[in-house]
């Protein structure tokens, strides 16, 4: 499996926050997605991965090179969408796509305008007059037409609505599907990324909490709802979250493959239940027990 | 005799409504025992706020088992475990397990697995010691 972007144990120091040892090696192909709470060094993580700040030491190499040595070739192929995109408010869309295309060396205005057709957002309209989604839109259009490898989105469905959302998704997952391209995504998760991320990173206070395939990680964690004292000592122990309730108790398990066996007299006899845990669930776990 | 405590849990990932999942697994606890003839049953309250539904899904659940002779509704007073027909009982779990049967059938006969396989196989289940079979 070829790598497309490599970081080693980069750090990063703020006044009040630091990226503390990051690694991590993305896939060629894959939907990379990055997820932590607001504060966790999403957008600061992106922002080095992207060569937009510099960071304090570690490596990153995005298509096998160096930014210190290949810079404009690089960035060339990635497209970026930031959180809060920057543009000149009193002018035109149109106007942002002239002033935009010569940055890029693959700058393809066809594909632009399809897509703002797509995302039914006017060129002729100023900028200032576009909503906060048509705006993410409307750098979106820019990341995808200029012929990127590799896309990288900080919070990118934040505002959008439920139809643009789903656009978001469709359009990113189309952007990976012949398996050449790649994204990268940060997001707080709730917002439908987790459905499409493959390779899940969880970041919390500047750390990797969590890096694994998505199918591993949701085919082991298990919510686990049981009769009080149906389950075996053993079992019960090693469960996380564990609510008691008055009708039934349950918690949380990051080794179903092991339990599995254990917990198959509760199951069959109906004193326990299963319940597929979600990304939100685990994330929100595992930096309690941090 | 004494009952054991009542166990329900209502999934998202369920294919059944909520209403209907509370509902059945309300009619297993009849039918194991878990609840007995004038067994009173938590207030609609009491149950949607452990369960974390609304008390309308809860309510729902009520009134379908008191229109279905399962449980009886006092005013005031709460409701309680109706004088339920064993039979009727065995005969809707029999119906379980009759499609389960069915699926199971029908795998085999996809699979080249006979119906003697599968009798020999369920004489098999049977002689499992039922409720120690994590520890051998």
Request: aromatic share 8%.
């Amino acid at each position: 499996m070829e790598t497309i972007l490599e970081a080693r144990a980069l750090t990063k120091d703020y006044e009040d926050f630091s990226l503390r040892g990051i690694s991590l090696e993305v896939r060629r192909g894959s939907i990379a997605g990055i997820f932590g709470p607001n504060g966790a060094g999403k957008s600061t993580l992106i922002k080095v991965l992207t060569h937009q700040v510099p960071h304090r030491t570690g490596t990153v190499r995005v298509f096998g090179q160096s930014y210190e040595e290949h810079e404009p070739g690089i960035k060339n192929r990635i497209g970026y969408v930031p959180q809060e995109p920057a543009f000149y408010m009193d002018r035109s869309v149109r106007w942002t796509a002239r002033f935009a295309a010569p940055y890029f060396a693959n700058w393809d205005g066809s594909c632009f305008y399809k897509l703002l057709d797509d995302f039914k957002v006017n060129p002729l309209r100023q900028v200032k007059h576009l909503s906060g989604g048509q705006r993410k839109l409307l750098s979106l259009a820019l990341a995808l037409s200029h012929g990127a490898d590799l896309l990288v989105l900080d919070e990118p469905t934040a505002g959008l609505d439920i139809v643009y959302r789903r656009a978001l998704l469709d359009r990113l997952r189309a952007f990976v599907a012949d398996g050449d391209r790649t994204v990268i995504v940060a997001s707080h998760i709730t917002d439908g990324l987790d459905e499409i991320a493959e390779d899940v990173w969880f970041l919390n206070d500047g750390r990797i909490v969590t890096h694994e395939d998505k199918d591993e990680l949701l085919s082991r964690w298990k919510w686990i709802h049981f009769r009080e004292g149906a389950l075996p000592r053993a079992v019960e122990d090693r469960l996380k979250n564990v609510r008691r309730q008055p009708f039934g108790s349950s918690g949380l398990t990051d080794e179903f493959c092991e339990l599995r066996d254990e917990l198959a007299t509760a199951l069959a006899a109906g004193d326990a239940r299963l319940e597929n845990a979600s990304l939100e669930d685990i994330l929100l776990t595992q930096i309690k027990e941090e | 005799m004494q009952a054991k405590q009542l166990f329900i849990s209502l999934l998202p990932s369920n294919p059944d409504p909520m209403y209907k999942q509370a509902t059945d697994q309300i009619k297993d606890a009849i039918a194991t025992g878990d609840l007995g003839p004038g067994d009173r049953l938590p207030s609609v309250r009491e149950l949607s706020e452990a369960l974390k539904v609304s008390a309308i899904t809860i309510k729902r659940a009520y009134l379908d088992l008191e229109t279905e002779g399962y449980i009886l509704t006092r005013a005031g007073l709460g409701s309680f475990v109706a004088d339920v027909d064993r039979n009727i009982l065995r005969e809707r779990k029999l119906g379980e397990v009759r499609a389960e049967m069915r699926r199971i059938v029908r795998t085999g006969s996809k699979f080249g697995i006979t119906l003697d396989d599968i009798i020999r196989l369920t004489r098999q289940l049977e002689r499992e010691p039922y409720g120690d079979d994590s520890g051998s």
